[in-house]
C-alpha cells in the first residue's frame, strides 16, 4: 500500500512574517499517523527557517525545485544538496509552471529527480496534461508518456512520489471529476507497475489543482489518489489541516 502524502506548495509565495504559518501546520499534525507523511514545499529563502521551526514535529519541509548538476556555475539556481543542507526532505521537479516558465523537459525533471535522490531528497515527480490536450483526447497518452519521461530509473530502488496535476486545474478553482482522476491515475499505477515491479505499487501518487477543504474528501477517496498536492490551500494553515484531517478520517 502507497503511504498517503499530503503537500503543500507555496510557490512564490511567503515572507519571514508567515512563518507563524509553520508552527501553526506543525502543531495541527501533531497526532499524524505513521501511514500519512504531510509537508510544505517553501520557497527556498524559508527553508532552512520552516524546517527550524517543524523540526522535532510530524512536518517536513520541502523545496520546489532543484537544479540537475551537483554545483557549479549555474547562476540563481540551487542544487538538492544544498535544500537538504537547509533541512528539507523532499522536493518538487517538472510541476508545470517550472515546465511553462523555464522550459524544463521530462528529461530535465528525471535529471533533477536524480539529483534529488542523490543529495537523499525525496522528489515529488508533476505530470498533467493542458486543457487542449483533454480536449482533444490527449489525457492519457500525454501523462504516461511525461511519467515514462520524468520519473527517472531509480524509482525501482529508492522512494519517489509522483503529482498528477492537471494544468487547467491549477489555480483554477477547477477540478476533474472523480472519474477522471480515476482513470488518469489508473493509467499512472499500471504504468509505474509495470516498469518498476517490485515498488511501483508503492510509489504514492497525488492529486493536484484546485484541492480545497470543500472537495478533499471526495478527491482523497478516488481510486489510487494516495494524497494531494496543494498550492493556495496550503498558505492559511486552517485551510491545509482541514485538506490533513480529510486524509486522517479516511486512514483511520
Ligand atoms: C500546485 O501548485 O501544485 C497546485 C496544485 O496549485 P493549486 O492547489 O493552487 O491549484
Known amino acids: ?24 501546520v506543525a502543531a495541527g499534525v ?71 516558465d523555464h522550459g524544463e523537459s521530462d528529461i530535465q525533471a528525471a535529471a533533477q529527480a536524480g539529483a534529488a535522490i542523490a543529495a537523499g531528497l525525496t522528489p515529488i515527480i508533476c505530470v498533467g496534461e493542458t486543457l487542449e490536450e483533454r480536449d482533444s483526447g490527449q489525457a492519457l497518452d500525454v501523462v504516461t508518456k511525461q511519467v515514462a519521461g520524468s520519473v527517472p530509473d531509480a524509482a525501482a530502488t529508492t522512494p519517489v512520489i509522483v503529482a498528477y496535476e492537471p494544468v487547467w486545474a491549477i489555480g483554477t478553482g477547477r477540478t476533474p471529476t472523480p472519474e477522471q482522476i480515476a482513470e488518469v491515475h489508473a493509467a499512472i499505477r499500471v504504468a509505474l507497475a509495470e516498469r518498476f ?9 497525488l492529486y493536484g489543482g484546485s484541492m480545497k477543504p470543500g472537495n478533499a474528501a471526495e478527491i482523497l477517496a478516488v481510486d489510487d489518489v494516495n494524497g494531494g498536492l496543494i498550492g493556495g490551500a496550503s498558505l492559511k494553515a486552517e485551510d491545509f489541516l482541514a485538506i490533513y484531517a480529510a486524509a486522517a478520517n479516511q486512514t483511520s
Open 1 to 24: 500500500m502507497a503511504k498517503t502524502v499530503i503537500a503543500g506548495n507555496w510557490k512564490m509565495h511567503g515572507l519571514k512574517a508567515d512563518l507563524d504559518v509553520i508552527g501553526a
Open 197 to 205: 515491479p517490485a515498488t511501483g505499487s508503492l510509489i504514492p501518487l
Open 30 to 100: 501533531s497526532d499524524c499517523p505513521e501511514s500519512i507523511e504531510v509537508l510544505l514545499c517553501l520557497p527556498a529563502t524559508l527553508v532552512a527557517a520552516g524546517a527550524e521551526l517543524a523540526s522535532g514535529s510530524k512536518l517536513e519541509i520541502g523545496g520546489q525545485s532543484c537544479h540537475q548538476a551537483g554545483k557549479g556555475a549555474h547562476t540563481g539556481d540551487i542544487s538538492a544538496e544544498m535544500l537538504a543542507d537547509a533541512g528539507a526532505t523532499h522536493v518538487i521537479v517538472g510541476h508545470s509552471e517550472r515546465r511553462a
